[in-house]
């Protein structure tokens, strides 16, 4: 039975174009009953919203865990530099974690996120992953360079998203980036079994290219000065993507992050070998840590399927989808809301698979709806 109907200017429905004079309607059961230009319902008042509606975010990029280390990590340092500060900040207490966590996943739900793919290493996100209105899907993951672990590694993996499962949370092992996994733990990651979807920091800085390309570079450097024995370490002479893709199987979804240093060549290669590539651009975190951006009109050109994701409070000031759409409007004029809000929606729910249920407007999902009016951007509070 419909119980609201909702009209406003612009009708971005993330499937199809957007609509003039749109609307929505609404059951008993916040699920999607029409949408069109003339809906009627005896007894039913029209809603109007100056402005636009959307359907909610999906932050496909994020690491709640970081949450308590906002403000703590130096800007512009380079992909390096960030790495080594996070290892030299002093672990905080279990409490301010926690309420770090839950203010996070509360930020995120008042600037309109309703799906989350939120990468841990730990267990510290339990409790509010559990509490929240947000969807998680966790990404367990893993480090480790030095192959004589690989095993023991994969283990902690799997023990750890069993607890995952033992919560009732969705979670998948993946491989954390081309410079930190050995290639016998990528082997590792990709035999499991139910293991989908697969997301993985890709081409975040030059020296990881570099560092496939030649063996040489900062990236090297940075793990020499760790202790690891980089010797044996399989110099590939192609850029990180097109060394490491064909390690990880390509009949699951695999979301790429930041692809700051891709080039044109890389995606057209990635995509004749892997047919469910999502690209996820963070650009908030990638200003904060390289203070550069993607070329991402070169993915657009190539008609590949993005996404938007925040990274963490570790390399960024707030978690919200909006705001990483206000940077790219700012640094790529060019770019139309509309194609945003398919990355922002759509995109990251078909990622996570969880497109029944969210990502556009259309009959039968929830109606999870963001309201832009002028500038600033609103959740609708349905009950
Ligand atoms: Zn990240």
């Known amino acids: 039975m419909v119980q609201r109907i909702l009209k406003t200017d612009i009708l971005y429905t993330s499937a199809g174009r957007p609509i003039e004079n749109g609307m929505l309607a609404i059951d008993e059961h916040d699920r999607i009953v029409s949408v069109g230009t003339s809906l009627r319902e005896e007894g039913v008042a029209i809603e109007y919203f100056k402005g636009a509606l959307c359907p ?9 865990e970081l949450s308590h280390l906002v403000g703590q990590v130096t800007k512009e340092t380079g992909l390096n530099g960030f790495i080594q500060e996070l290892q030299k900040l002093r672990a905080a207490k279990e409490i301010e974690i926690q309420e770090a966590i839950k203010e996070a996943d509360r930020k995120m739900s008042s600037s309109g996120i309703v799906a989350v793919g939120d990468i841990s290493n730990g267990n510290s996100t339990f409790e509010t992953k559990q509490q929240s209105s947000i969807q998680y899907h966790t990404f367990v993951e893993l480090f480790g360079f030095d192959k004589s672990q690989a095993d023991s590694i994969l283990e902690r993996g799997k023990q750890l ?8 949370l969705a979670a998948s092992i993946i491989p954390h980036s081309p410079y930190s996994v050995s290639r016998e733990l990528f082997e590792l990651i990709s035999q499991q079994q139910n293991n989908t979807p697969l997301s993985i920091h890709n ?3 030059e020296a990881e290219n570099e560092m496939y390309q030649t063996g040489k570079g900062k990236m090297i450097e940075m793990l020499q000065s760790f202790g690891l024995d980089t010797s044996t370490f399989e110099v590939r002479g192609k850029t990180s993507l097109l060394s490491y893709l064909s390690l990880l199987p390509s009949d699951s979804p695999l979301l790429l992050v930041h692809n700051t240093f891709t080039s044109k060549e890389d995606i057209e290669v990635a995509e004749s070998i892997h047919n469910q590539l999502f690209w996820c651009f963070c650009p908030k975190a990638n200003l904060y840590i390289e203070n550069r951006l993607p070329n991402i009109l070169q993915f657009i050109e190539a008609g590949v399927k993005c996404t938007l ?25 060019d770019i139309v809301l509309e194609t945003l809000l398919e990355w922002a929606t759509i995109n990251g729910a078909q990622f996570l698979g969880i497109e029944k249920d969210y990502g556009s407007f259309e009959v039968g999902k929830r109606a999870a709806v963001n309201w832009i009016n002028g500038g600033g951007l609103t959740p609708l509070v349905l009950k």
């Not at 909610?56 to 709640?64: A, I, P, R, W």
């Not at 570790?314 to 790219?328: G, H, Y």
């Open 161 to 168: 998203k069993t607890q995952y499962a033992n919560h009732q």
């Open 56 to 64: 909610g975010f999906v932050n496909t990029h994020c690491h709640l």
């Open 203 to 205: 081409q975040e800085t």
């Open 309 to 333: 994701g925040t990274d963490s409070l570790a390399s960024n000031d707030s978690l919200s989808i909006w705001e990483e759409i206000a940077t790219i409007q700012e640094h790529y004029p």
